[in-house]
């Protein structure tokens, strides 16, 4: 059997799930006995949710791209690693094996040492979805400098700051990117970013869209000359490094309730033996399937589930440059067809565009090829849930509803594909090694069964962040102080008669946007960045389609003669300070906030006030000014 450590029954899950839980050590030690490790690691864990301090595999060494590439080398050499689809359906698809995969991250990684890049320097990537960005992100990991992706969507700004967060010496980009009809001038932006960035010595540009671009010299070098000049010195082989379990292999920002963005460090060992554990046993993945996960790279899903968990478990990972809906709403279904794709791990909001539709984008697209769905990112509506069964699955695929974030690693709570028995908007149970615990405001456990809580986890596992890059502090205020000796989440969570988990949303400030985490801090810093703003106050609201979208309360400083004007004006500039997604959907002028009388707006009412339930607003006999409120709900959008 490919994976001995791969779940065959309900009753060898529940199995596992007891060992993982009476002898924690003894069961991760026995997954990671099937990777490629250079030295076995002398401890299997080291722990304490105080400081916190979390280390798996203490003493282990290995390097994760040996695990995804050389050890496939002798039995899937010839197997494709990556299938990528480009944006125009019209382009010529591309296959790369497991050999050809392998040969291109040597051949970058050596262009990296050749400029400069050693083990813990910290690497930018700001690239569009064609495969060089896998190739770029494991050339990294090859030579062990650290990757920061950034998602493509995101401003200049915002690259700057990650860039001066991380220290960031190199940036790998490109041209340009295609996604849709659009074509978004990557390296343009990044132009405007490294203005304030010194660190950065060299831009690495690939080339995808022909835009024109500035190249600044001693700075700037095409990927394709830096290749050839490997190729010209006869394209030597590039060991790996030989990493430490706990070395850092890549840092990945997001968003929380207050600040700016923060980096969230994942580790090598733990990292690796978790996102293939959960790839493997969530989506019961077979050799030789096909297995697309509609994710971008620049989010912890791509890293997880398009290059980590699917390369290390030698599986055929298919990578798509472009969004669902172009050229048309059966675009996902065109591609599923024409490789025969066997799982299809996508997101809510995807699903519920495409619903949309109707079903004429779907018929005529042969999808008897799918054995599994996978659902990430947000709650799915039952709605959503029945159409991706009935009409995608065609009653036959299971659906795993996955819960995790970005600073677990990897999937936590999930059905098993075709094991555990699925519930619509459940994410069901979690998965060995894991120990979810509800709590109330007090972090006095909830026991049994039928109740609601804030979800924490109390033990550690492989794939849990080990710090805020350059701030630990921060790590442990924002995960491990709120309830003594548990990981706390950020969301609030039900389980039900049967013990499952339902997962009802962030119960602080961080809004779930399209599946993309956006801090409402972030985006009321953005909209008091422009001129005239006086002050912001930004809550979420029910969307049809995204789950969640932006709400904006905004004081300017005098009566605008244009306010349609200003509030193009106030998008352009978070558009600018953010990145398009944290764009408001709805913005409106307001004379006044609803405060206390220490001065802290009452949030609570202004996202009843947003979501129409204007009639239930609770107690606001404490509010420094109660008739604000009269006049917001009048204006009300
Ligand atoms: O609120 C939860 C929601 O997404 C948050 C994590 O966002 P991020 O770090 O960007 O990672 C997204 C991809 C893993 C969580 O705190 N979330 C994620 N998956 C689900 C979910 N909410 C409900 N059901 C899910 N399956």
Redesign the pocket.
Known sequence: MAYPYQIKSLEDYQQQYQQSVIDPEGFWANVADHFYWRRKWDKVLDWNFKDPDVKWFTGGKLNITENCLDRHLGTLGNTPAIIWEPNDPEERHRVITYRDLYNKVCQFANVLKNNGVKKGDRVCIYMGMIPELAIAVLACARIGAIHSVVFGGFSAQSIADRIQDAQASLVITCDGAFRGNKDIPLKSVIDDALIGCPSVKKVIVCTRTRTPVSMIKGRDLWWEDEIKQVETMGNPPCPAEEMDAEDMLFILY?SGSTGKPKGVVHTVGGYMVYANYTFVNTFQYQPGEVYFCT?DVG???GHSYIIYGPLSAGATTLMFEGVPTYPDAGRLWSIVDKFRVNILYTAPTAIRSLMGYGLGPVNHKDLSSLRKLG??????NEEAWHWFKDHIGKGRCPIV????????GG?MI?PIAGITKEKPGY?TLPLPGIQPILVDETGKEVTGNNVNGNLCIKFPWPGMLRTTYGDHERCRTTYFATYENLYF???GCLRDEDGYYR?T??VDD?L?VS???IGTAEVENAINMHAGVVESAVVGYPHDIKGQGIYAYVITERQTHDPELTKKDILQTVSRIIGPIAKPDKIQFVSGLPKTRSGKIMRRILRKIAEGELDNLGDISTLLDPVVVEEIKRGRL
């Open positions: 997001t994710a989010w912890i899903t659902s990430v990112g947000e709650p799915i509803d996955t819960w995790w974030q970005t600073e677990t999937i999930t994410a989440t950020g969301d997962i949303g962030r961080v779930n599946g993309h985490r």
